[in-house]
């Protein structure tokens, strides 16, 4: 792995190192990086297309996952970066709704859009 994909994986494994090894052996470091790169488009573009964003995030198989990943990169951001800061407690809203099966992803997914403030 290269310099940056090691810190992508550290920041988003949160300190466990089988969840790092699961990732490289199933060769998921790119999927890391994608939705990291789509959690950080997700914050600053606009709201249509957000919803647009929020369609393809919630119809993705591994959406948990997924939000469990920008929740866990998130984590690794530094206290004075307030664009993700203010976007935390809504996240954590949508892991919860997404882990559910008895919950409706995109709906969740759109909700979680419109609580992100305008970049």
């Not at 954590?92 to 305008?118: D, G, M, Q, W």
Request: charged residues 30%; aromatic residues 8%.
């Amino acid at each position: 792995l290269d310099e940056d994909d090691k810190k992508l994986l550290a920041s988003v494994v949160s300190g466990r190192p089988g969840a790092a090894r699961a990732l490289v052996t199933a060769d998921r470091v790119r999927d890391v990086a994608r939705a990291v790169a789509g959690f950080e488009r997700l914050v600053s573009s606009e709201m249509a297309e957000r919803f647009v964003m929020a369609k393809t995030f919630a119809t993705d198989d591994a959406a948990a996952e997924i939000v469990g990943w920008w929740l866990a990169w998130l984590h690794t951001r530094p206290e004075h970066d307030t664009a993700y800061r203010t976007v935390a407690s809504a996240l954590l809203e949508l892991h919860s709704a997404v882990t559910e099966p008895k919950y409706n992803r995109r709906l969740a997914f759109e909700r979680f859009c419109l609580t992100i403030p305008k970049s």
